[in-house]
């Protein structure tokens, strides 16, 4: 939101300094995002008088000028072929930057004749596109004067940004109405008294049935026999400031009542509509010229103003170009109207039109501006294009926008730490346009019609503390003893920190990605129901929370392998989302890897990625975190996301901590990753807590001193036979005596059949005294006995 410090104090009577109202301006809660000062690029520049001039001896097109620029008279060889003795013009001195030539100047000498400065064009001042002559000043021109300050040129443009749900501060009477409330100033109530209508309106408002909220309200008046023709100048400089360009009286009008009271207008050329206007819905298919020169084709359902000739306007976006205004307009007809928030939305992402007045209906106009926007709109145009008005037509019925609320005045000390009185809140929120009464500690108020954004006691809260000043806020120290333990953090917390720690560790990078995505690619993670779906998205491919955070790893994985990265792993640890309840939430910890498993190395190979090493991170994580690993069961029924045989879940009885494996190629294919792709989730919440105080406790380690033994063995068994089965076969043989099973060899030949040989190693460590040999065998035939029996195998011979 851009506005001129001389636009603001039309509304704002202050004698603040333009330091103190950017510093307010943040303090209130309307970040500043700068200010431009013109005069700054300006400074140099001077009004000067040319004393005498004389064509330059060696060129025919340049003259000889002597210049008094206030304080000394110095000589400029100038081409300019309105540069004569007796002039008024700008001068610029050596060292000055031009900003229209972008070059500093520097004296010189020109076909032999010395020259000390420069006379200056519009355009060398980037004032215009002007360039055939230098600037001509009337005679009464001050001589020596800064030229900014006689031009108006002097006049500070401030930027602010505005969060979506300060939409009464996208004009500039709403910014001052917020300074006002802040003590900087005095606010002047703008004119928005009805004007006297001279007959009835030819053309009128029609609504279709159903549109209800969508359109609530259109209000219009026609000017007739209007003079057409460019806006004043102090409407034009304003407009330009804020990086409009100017068009006609009738349009710039228009715009500038949107910047100046947060209002679009739209004007129609009254000859050019046939019949009255109507707003409906869109059948779909038609099309309309716009303002913008570009043809767009509605859809189904979208809001249209049209006439008997059809469409003439995307309402509330953009008018068309059949009916729009032009230097010929005689008649006019003035349009102030009411649209849906959600509706303009949807309507302007599906068209990719994005307009001024779009960005303010997005965010909730002050209902009751429908009928005074067009009192201020026709009361501009009769004094600017002169002309006769009709009476307002109008349709519909303005929406009920009457609400009141309660604040505890408490809360302002509960809440947000600063002690201020009822009568002192109660004076903020009239400054703000808030109607109230008090009854004790509670303060009711009425809300005025341009603050939608005001739901309840938390939101007066707020508008309380920003304008008493947040900066007022004493600072507490904390207190250890009883502030601190409310504020530890918890085993939940820790886990989070403790797996980002260990992935980060095993070589991953972490994102963080929306907790949004496209319904589309949601259905790939089993879908959202509907109260899962975002009423207002920030855009049409994040129009749904994300089921799994998988989806938006996997395509941030295919940015990266499109930018050449061969060997992409990726975590993020956030929520996921299943119902819109705190229990239905997810907090999930989740990888991506894809390509290879590292860059090439002259040592080593990199191989392509697979399951056993997004496991291999899931456990890391979970062992990490306190996870149970060695009680961890593996089953292969990952979710339909995976794909089937290559995947897995990492449960404890029936709850899944994990999942891990490669993801279905139809999958990582429509998310735009070509290639192997594995992953894993783990569900932080399921991680069991650890036991109480005052349970078992786990005992000391003791290391033995006995020697440890290694015994090597291997099974022929089923294809389908699990390796967990085995190993924990071969671990339950003996838990005292055995203290690790690993698999290194898996063989599966044409000779094998329907049967596959799998060798594991088994590391015996005695505590209390030398295994003998005897006591090696008995172990080893527990183990063969063991995994016999629970995979129905046989040692291999």
């Known amino acids: ?56 001896p060696n060129a025919d097109k340049l003259n000889i000028c002597m210049v008094n620029n206030g304080t000394e008279t110095v000589q400029v060889v100038c081409g300019a072929p309105n540069a004569r003795k007796g002039m008024k013009g700008v001068f610029a001195p050596s060292g000055s930057f031009i900003p229209g030539s972008d070059m500093t100047l520097k004296p010189g000498v020109i076909r032999g004749e010395e020259s000390n400065g420069m006379l200056c064009s519009e355009r060398e001042l980037m004032i215009s596109d002007e360039h055939d002559g230098i600037i001509d000043l009337p005679e009464d021109a001050p001589l020596g004067m800064s030229f900014a300050e006689y031009a108006g040129k002097d006049d500070p443009i401030i930027e602010i940004a505005i969060t979506p749900n300060r939409g009464d501060c996208l004009g500039v009477y709403g910014v001052a109405r917020d300074l006002a409330a802040a003590g900087l100033g005095t606010l002047k109530a703008p004119n928005l008294d009805p004007v006297e209508g001279k007959f ?30 460019p806006s004043p100048k102090w409407m034009q400089d304003r407009l330009k400031a804020i990086g409009l360009r100017p068009i006609s009286a009738l349009v710039d009008i228009t715009n500038y009542v949107t910047f100046d009271l947060g209002r679009p207008l739209h004007v129609f050329d009254a000859d050019k509509v046939k019949g009255d206007l109507t707003i409906g819905y869109a059948k779909g298919g038609e099309t309309l010229l716009g303002l913008d020169g570009n043809e767009h084709t509605f859809e189904e359902g979208m809001i249209v103003i049209s006439d008997e000739n059809g469409p003439e306007s995307i309402g509330g976006i953009m008018g068309g170009e059949v009916s729009g205004c032009t230097e010929e307009t005689v008649n006019v007809f003035l349009e102030s109207a009411l649209w849906h928030p959600i509706r303009i939305a949807e309507t302007g992402r599906k068209l990719g039109v994005d307009t ?12 009751l501006s429908s009928d005074w926007g067009v009192n201020v709109g026709t009361r501009l145009i009769l ?104 504020l530890a953090i918890s085993l939940k917390q820790r886990r989070v920190a403790f797996a980002k720690k260990i992935l980060a560790g095993r070589g991953m990078m972490e994102a963080i990605t929306w907790s949004f995505m496209s319904d589309k690619d949601a259905e790939l993670f089993g879908g959202v129901p509907q109260n899962l779906m975002v009423a207002n998205p920030i855009s049409s491919d994040l129009n749904a929370m994300r089921p799994s955070i998988l989806g938006n790893l996997i395509s941030a994985a295919a940015r990266n392998t499109d930018r050449g990265f061969s060997d992409v792993a990726l975590f993020e640890v956030g929520p996921a989302f299943r119902d819109p309840t705190p229990k239905g939430q997810d907090m999930v910890a989740a990888g991506v890897r894809a390509g290879k498993t590292g860059p090439r190395h002259w040592e080593t190979s990199p191989r392509a990625v697979d399951l056993f090493d997004v496991k291999a991170d899931a456990l890391a994580a979970l ?51 070509k290639g192997r792709v594995v992953a894993f989730e783990i569900f932080m919440d399921n991680i069991p807590e650890p036991k109480k105080k005052g349970g078992k406790t786990r005992s000391l380690l003791n290391a033995s001193s006995f020697q440890s033994v290694n015994r090597d063995f291997a099974f022929t068994v089923k294809d389908d036979v699990t390796a967990e089965k085995i190993l924990r076969a071969a671990q339950g043989a003996d838990k005292k005596l055995i203290s690790a099973v690993n698999i290194f060899d898996v063989y599966k030949g044409e000779d094998m059949g329907d049967e596959k040989s799998v060798a594991i190693s088994v590391t015996l460590q005695p505590t209390d005294k030398t295994l003998t040999d005897d006591d090696i065998e008995a172990v080893s035939q527990k183990v063969i006995a063991m995994v016999a029996k629970a995979t129905g195998g046989s040692l291999r011979g």
């Open 623 to 673: 062992e990490h975190c306190g996870a149970p690993v060695k009680s961890l069961q593996v089953t292969t029924d990952a979710p339909a996301w995976y794909h089937p045989g290559r995947s897995g879940a990492l449960r404890m009885g029936k709850q899944a901590l994990a999942y891990f494996g490669e993801i279905h190629p139809t999958v990582s294919r429509k998310l735009g990753l």
């Open 200 to 229: 009835d309106s030819p053309i009128n408002w029609n609504r279709v049935d159903g549109l209800g909220d969508d359109a609530p309200r259109a209000v219009g008046c026609l000017i007739k026999n209007v003079k057409n023709g």
């Open 1 to 56: 939101m851009k506005f001129t410090l001389s636009w603001l104090k039309d509304h704002l009577e202050t004698d603040a300094s333009l330091e103190e109202i950017t510093n307010k301006l943040t303090a209130i809660g309307l970040e500043l995002e700068g200010v431009e000062d013109p005069k700054e690029a300006l400074k140099p520049f001077t009004i000067c008088y040319v004393e005498d001039a004389w064509k330059h």
């Open 383 to 486: 004094d600017l294009c002169g002309g006769e008005p009709s009476n307002v037509t109008a349709a519909g019925d303005m929406p009920a926008w009457e609400r009141q609320t309660s604040l505890r005045v408490s809360r302002l000390k509960t809440h947000g730490g600063a002690d201020v009185s009822v009568a002192e809140a109660e004076e903020i929120l009239k400054r703000l346009g808030f109607g109230s009464s008090v009854d004790g500690d509670v303060i009711t108020v009425d809300i005025p019609s341009w603050r939608p954004d005001i739901e309840g006691e938390h939101c007066l809260v707020e508008e309380v503390l920003r304008i008493y000043g947040f900066d007022k806020i004493p600072a507490v120290a904390l207190d250890r003893e009883t502030v601190l333990p409310e």
């Open 356 to 367: 001024d007045a779009r960005y303010r209906f997005e965010r909730g106009v002050d209902p």
